[in-house]
């Protein structure tokens, strides 16, 4: 009996033993910590950069709404290719990832149109195919998206610390604790869909460091960017597939923000005062000045977004543009010269433009008679002398067309202005078809008419269904699309909430206070 009694008393001290020294093991060997702080030696290099801690990039996305917004980028059309795992260890929907993130990031804007390409749609050349057979306007996106996670190196760091009390046959005690670092990598290239090229410069390449310990994946991942490392929150249940989230948000503002040319850095946290951002801008520059008209058109674009300039976007230097120029940077506290250099490329890029809009006296434009009030339906009255009108015609004048048929349209103002076309289809949907994605300048010369769809890739081909559709095109002596309702502009060749002509009519007589022209054909099909 007593033998019994102290061989419990034993196996009880050395169960609390083994449970003080399990407590131990817990409490004073943290090597989670000690794993992280080798991970970080190996990943941040020799000098040690800033913190940020965040849950994901939903403000950053939030962040380039604002600035596509702001930069006036719109019609942005591109395909996203199924993100495959080029590692095959990590199991999660990148694709979908992508195209959520780009959604997220368009909310207010409507600039990104992504539309999702996977195997079912073959490859790439039969998917471009399919998409003119498909489309009510046969529309081929100018750009895709394509890539994969090309790295996954598994414990770069690892940790175990273990130990027991064994006592045969009364007692096996241990404890454990592991912990791990393991790297994912993501890249993403936009190509053109013309010749299947990768843009240069426009390009994503991360990688995420997410720690996991033998509870399960614990505590956070760290991300580096323009010398700023992101503590980033990852659920225990979530693991390396938050991480990857979090990559694929911070990629899509890096390759939208290069393909749109804005300071898309400063929604990470960057300034201008990173070398990582002088590099990126520098190189933006030297890029567009080795190709002079990109340079021009760039700034055409931009200050017709700032009202200073109502001239054509052909990427050819004018006095107007100049002026302009010159006067944006007397805006900017600049010197007043008309220049185009890298220090006002800089400045344009670091500015808060709605801000300096107040500054600003929009160019004037010359203020023709009010237009005709003609229905939405109907080919207006003759213009009166002075006044701004528009004829639309196809371009053999007929307006019974076989179904199927292609439809070619010729669009001439009676001066230089900017035009907008919109069509109510068989379905009764309003849809805007130019300016769009293939062609962004509205502005039209009296000497040389607008075709389309003429060399733009796309095609307007009347429907199978044998009802009548109408075209109604609209001008005014300045660019308004960016004034319009997002109910009547909309993205390109995507139905509108607007449901007739009128309520395009009305949204362009208030924004132009009725000093506009108008052109209408009603296509029948037999």
Known sequence: MRTDRFVKSVVLAAITAALGACATIESTVDTRRQVKEQAQT??????????????????????????????????????????????KKVNAGTKEMLISAISDMTRRSRSIRPIAYGKDSGNTIGFLFQAQQREHFAIVPPFGIRGSITQFDDAIVRKNIDGGLSWEPYLNVGAAKTASASVIGLDLNVLSTRDLSVLSGVSSRNSVIYLKEGKGVDAEAAIKKFGINFSVSVARQEGQSQSLRTLVELATIELIGRLARVPYWSCLGATDADLGVQTEIRDWYDAMLANPV??????????????????????????????????????????????????????????????LAAKITPVAAAAPAPASAAGATEPPAPASAGSLSLVVASTDNATVFRRGAQINLTIRP???????????????????????????????????????????????????????????????????????????SGGDFEPLAATTISDVRAAFAAVTRNSFGEGYLNVEIK
């Open 42 to 87: 190996v990943s941040k290099g020799p000098e040690a950069a800033p913190y940020r801690s965040i849950t994901n990039f939903s403000d950053g996305l939030r962040c380039m709404d604002n600035y596509l917004l702001d930069y006036g980028v719109r019609d942005v059309s591109v395909i996203v290719e199924d993100i495959l795992d080029e590692t």
């Open 294 to 355: 990109e340079l021009f058109e760039y700034f055409q674009r931009q200050m017709r977004q700032r009202r200073l300039y109502n001239g054509p976007v052909d990427g050819v230097a004018n006095p107007d543009l100049m002026e302009a120029v010159a006067r944006y940077r007397e805006v900017l506290g600049m010197s007043r010269e008309p220049k185009i250099s890298l220090n006002f490329f800089q400045a344009y890029l670091r500015a808060d433009h709605r801000a």
């Open 414 to 488: 009676n001066r230089d202005a900017h035009v907008y076309c919109w069509l109510r289809d068989e379905a009764g949907k309003v849809q805007r078809f130019y300016p769009n994605r293939f062609a962004k300048d509205s502005l039209v010369t009296s000497s040389r008419p607008l075709e389309l769809p003429g060399k733009q890739r796309f095609q307007l081909v009347a429907n199978h269904q044998g009802v009548r559709e109408t075209v109604a095109c609209f001008a005014a002596e300045r660019d308004v699309l960016a004034e319009l309702p997002g109910a009547v």
